[in-house]
């Protein structure tokens, strides 16, 4: 089975920085794609950022404040996030996917590591 530990959360205020990890149990290079979500009370959980064999996406609200790396040696998957903002609070989820070879899209999920941006 896989396993996803989040951790990095914490409260920061305003203008600060974090650093997410996310620490797979098996090797990040058995996942197609894996991300970063988010989800703020009150709110559905959104995409933040994905990271591929060749590409990142992310979503426009962290486009140039946020980025997704990623350290295969310590199966782990970043995301440095700069400039934060109060509205960039939520729990946020480390996502993996990882498609069969039946072609079946298997989506794991971290438990969650809490963002607190506050002065």
């Known amino acids: 089975q896989v396993q996803l530990v989040e951790s990095g959360g914490g409260l920061v205020q305003p203008g600060g920085s974090l650093r997410l990890s996310c620490v797979g149990s098996?090797?990040?290079?058995?996942?197609?794609?894996m991300g970063w979500y988010r989800q703020a009370p009150g709110k559905q959980r959104e995409l933040v950022a994905t990271?591929?064999?060749?590409?990142?996406k992310y979503a426009d609200s962290v486009k140039g404040r946020f980025t997704i790396f990623r350290d295969n040696a310590k199966n782990t998957v970043y995301l440095q996030m700069n400039s934060l903002n109060s509205e960039d609070t939520a729990v946020y989820y480390c996502?993996?996917?990882?498609?069969?070879?039946?072609?079946?899209?298997?989506?794991?999920w971290g438990q969650g590591t809490q963002v607190t941006v506050s002065s």
């Open positions: 098996e090797s990040i290079r058995s996942f197609s794609t």
């Open positions: 996502n993996a996917q990882r498609v069969t070879v039946s072609y079946e899209t298997l989506t794991y």
């Open positions: 990271i591929t064999r060749g590409s990142t």
